[in-house]
């Protein structure tokens, strides 16, 4: 039963689940390293709750596989449970408890001993800003005290892997920017791995190193930010300036590291296919006679590379 | 395994009789019944503590199984706190049994509540200058059959509640599977009271009380397997 230290915190091997006719997961293959959050992308109704329910055993799939932490999900469901934390779509607080009593329960649950309970609780409660607010009922809380508490308890029992389902989905933007503080600030300070679905592209920009991208049950794509943006559009540069002659444009789009460019009255769009030292390019420029008056870089937001995927796969 | 079972019964516990309304409903609804075997059944028989009759105090766990066991995860499920309890370590027969035993709990210390009130009324009304209480017998039989119910109701509740949507769906559905057995069994009886009569006068009256409590067991356990069989994570999970 002991967990392999160098296997990844999740394998999933051609998973697929079917509803009746419908397939809500089609072959999924991935890995997510351990130590680090990483985003599970997609709009709604493209089988992210559904993997999380699969990884968490909570489903049996149609076909495929998955280990979580080591554990087969069908097989050691009861170990994967044990050894990992939860925020599902909805908080699941016990809203006429208090959210000592709530944590006290899930402590309980996890068999931590009283002394340890007290002390996670506290740590917890304090980090979140809700110690002073423990002995209330949930049910006079706000939405996202009600989600930072439901954080904290999927953190209490210590877990190596923490599934969190669209933690900031229904959250005001100052309460949605706090969880994402908090989480940014737990991955770095615990160690642990998160797994963390969203469909907020700026949530995953901000705190994914890795990311996947799902539509429908199937893949479209996986890596760093950085690499799907690469893959899709590639990095831009925009110059502004004056005098793009056309003997300028053509020596630009010559050179081999340029994939296209665009002229819009006195603003240049030079799009890359990869990365990579921008002075030659402007050098270039200047020596045709360009006049430059400002360069800057310009990464397409994930939220583009998203909306591409999506363009590519319909 | 017993001490998740403590703990969901921990949980149960502390929310129990929580959400608006339930108190003052439960209030209404046990309050007729809590009358009638505390005060008005020991008042109108003369050896209330030594007779059958204080068999009716079953109604009281009855009732109280009745108003706790279909939000065991009915409720759960209305209120979203069923997916996350079941993505937790907890062993699917510790959340079950758990559930089963807060509400059982519940009906069965309350009729240990009516039992002794009645006692008081019954010594009140027929005071001949001692004390009575119950025999032996009548009081293993009341709490053994009111116990039996508690178990038989909260299996059909809970099986019921594994599958309602919302807590109002399994209270209707369990008030009609509730009622249903007492109407035709008690249509059998009228039509065969004759034979019934004959037939518990020749076995006595503790035989037949003992072989229908026995009924009430085979029952109970084949309702609480059946729960047992039915609770799946994966199809709580879809449901």
Redesign the interface.
């Known amino acids: 039963m002991g967990q392999a230290v160098t296997s990844p915190a999740i394998r999933i091997d051609h998973l697929s689940r079917d509803?009746g006719p419908v397939k809500a997961l089609d072959g999924l293959s991935l890995e997510v390293p351990l130590g680090s959050i990483f985003g599970f992308l997609g709009p709604n109704g493209s089988g992210k709750t559904t993997t999380i329910?699969l990884l968490?055993?909570?489903?049996?799939p149609t076909g495929g596989r998955a280990e979580v932490l080591g554990f087969d999900t069908v097989k050691q469901?009861?170990a994967v449970?044990?050894r990992t934390g939860?925020?599902?779509?909805?908080?699941?607080?016990?809203?006429?408890?208090t959210a000592e009593?709530n944590l006290e329960?899930?402590g309980?649950?996890?068999?931590m001993s009283a002394g340890e309970r007290q002390s996670r609780m506290k740590e917890l409660l304090q980090r979140f800003d809700l110690w002073e607010r423990r002995k209330d009922r949930v049910v006079k809380w706000s939405r996202g005290m009600k989600q930072k508490l439901?954080i904290a308890?999927a953190l209490l029992h210590r877990p190596s892997l923490v599934?969190l389902d669209e933690p900031t989905a229904g959250l005001d933007v100052v309460a949605a920017a706090a969880v994402r503080e908090d989480l940014a600030t737990l991955a770095a300070g615990e160690g642990v791995t998160f797994f963390l679905t969203t469909h907020n592209m700026a949530e995953a920009e901000k705190l994914c190193r890795r990311v996947a991208v799902i539509r429908q049950g199937r893949l479209l794509a996986v890596g760093h930010p950085d690499e799907l943006r690469a893959r899709t559009n590639g990095p831009c540069v925009e110059v502004v300036g004056r005098s793009f002659s056309q003997d300028a444009l053509d020596l630009l789009r010559g050179r081999p590291e340029v994939s296209a460019v665009e002229r819009e009255d006195n603003r240049l769009s030079i799009h890359l296919r990869r990365s990579g030292e921008v002075a030659p390019l402007i050098t270039l420029l200047v020596n045709a006679g360009v006049e430059v008056e400002e360069v800057l870089k310009d990464k397409a937001s994930l939220e583009e590379v998203f909306l591409k995927l999506m363009e590519e796969e319909q | 395994m017993m001490?998740?079972i403590w703990?969901v019964i921990?949980?149960e516990r502390?929310?129990l009789f929580?959400?608006r309304g339930s108190r003052l409903r439960t209030v209404l609804s046990i309050l007729v019944p809590v009358v009638m075997v505390a005060v008005y059944f020991p008042w109108q028989t003369e050896d209330w503590a030594d007779s059958y009759v204080s068999l009716f105090s079953a109604v009281v766990p009855m009732m109280m199984v009745l108003l706790t066991v279909p939000d065991s995860f009915a409720g759960e499920r209305e209120?979203?706190?069923l997916?996350?309890?079941?993505?937790?370590?907890?062993?699917d027969r510790a959340i079950l049994f758990g559930k089963l035993a807060v509400s059982v709990a519940v009906g069965f210390w309350m009729m240990l509540g009516v039992l002794a009130l009645a006692l008081v009324t019954a010594n009140t009304a027929h005071w001949d200058g001692q004390v009575h209480f119950y025999s032996a017998t009548v009081l293993l039989v009341d709490l053994g059959f009111g116990l039996l119910l508690a178990i038989l109701i909260a299996g059909a509740g809970v099986l019921i509640s594994l599958r309602a949507s919302t807590v109002q769906e399994a209270q209707q559905l369990l008030g009609a599977a509730v009622m249903t057995p007492p109407i035709l069994l008690g249509l059998l009886a009228l039509l065969l009271s004759e034979r019934i009569g004959d037939a518990v006068e020749g076995i006595g009256a503790t035989q037949a009380v003992l072989i229908v409590m026995a009924a009430l067991a085979v029952a109970g356990a084949g309702l609480v397997i059946a729960a047992t069989a039915r609770f799946r994570?994966?199809r709580l999970?879809?449901d």
């Open positions: 509803f329910h968490l055993g909570l489903l049996e469901g009861d449970r044990a939860a925020l599902l779509e909805h908080a699941g607080l016990y809203e006429q408890m009593e329960f899930y309980r649950v996890n068999r439901a308890r599934f | 001490s998740d703990t921990w949980r502390k929310t929580r959400y209120r979203h706190t997916g996350t309890l079941l993505a937790t370590r907890l062993p994570r994966a999970i879809l």
